[in-house]
């Protein structure tokens, strides 16, 4: 078999299973609109290389191999687009020392970001303040970053939400997403 036939088989599984990947994360995050169009392509992808593997696989295992191996890379890769994409929100929460609590706050809203802040108290009785956020996912590394190196010991967690209503900084716009006034 010709070589570039291999080489199509492993390219177009991997571009396949990366945009199932995608797919499965737009929908998740709610843009059913841009994962409905990527199914499409998806499926017509699996339609045309699935038939060329199974067709001729007893005679050429190699195909079944390389149909494996572009499965493989398409995870990884449609993962690391995703990843890149950063769709949809995120909550931040940080307990911080009750001494840098004020003050990282009243940085992080000069950064343009919402803070709710709840004061309260560690194990050993000292003064912690938590503070509570919630951005878009292309935001939340920085502040997490910001965060540790104002406070190290800070305990921060971050994971993703599904915004319902309100939220300073915050609009739901007429297709359902969520956006930051002013981005």
């Known amino acids: ?14 571009i396949e ?8 994360m737009l929908i998740n995050r709610g843009e059913r609109k841009l994962g409905s169009i990527l199914s499409f392509v998806e499926i017509t992808l699996w339609v045309f290389i699935a038939s060329s593997v199974l067709t001729d ?6 195909k079944g191999v390389l149909y494996a191996a572009g499965f493989m890379l ?4 449609g993962s690391l687009i995703e990843e890149k994409l950063a769709i949809g ?14 003050e990282l706050a009243e940085s992080i809203r000069e950064k343009g ?19 509570y956020m919630s951005m878009r996912r292309k935001d ?4 997490c970053s910001f965060i540790q190196k104002e406070d190290p010991n800070a305990f921060v967690t971050a994971y993703n ?14 297709n359902g997403r969520h956006s930051r006034h002013g981005k």
């Open 1 to 14: 078999m010709n070589i570039w036939a291999y080489v199509l088989i492993l390219v177009a599984k991997a």
């Open 17 to 24: 299973v990366s945009f199932s990947t995608l797919r499965i």
């Open 57 to 62: 696989v007893q005679n050429d295992p190699i």
């Open 74 to 77: 398409g995870n990884y890769v």
């Open 89 to 102: 929100t995120t909550k931040v929460e940080a307990i911080v020392s009750g001494k840098s609590g004020h």
């Open 113 to 131: 970001f919402a803070v709710t802040v709840v004061e309260g108290k560690g194990m050993d009785d000292t003064e912690r303040w938590i503070l």
């Open 140 to 143: 939340y590394k920085d502040i």
């Open 161 to 174: 939400i599904t915004p319902i209503q309100g939220g300073y900084g915050f609009i739901k716009n007429g």
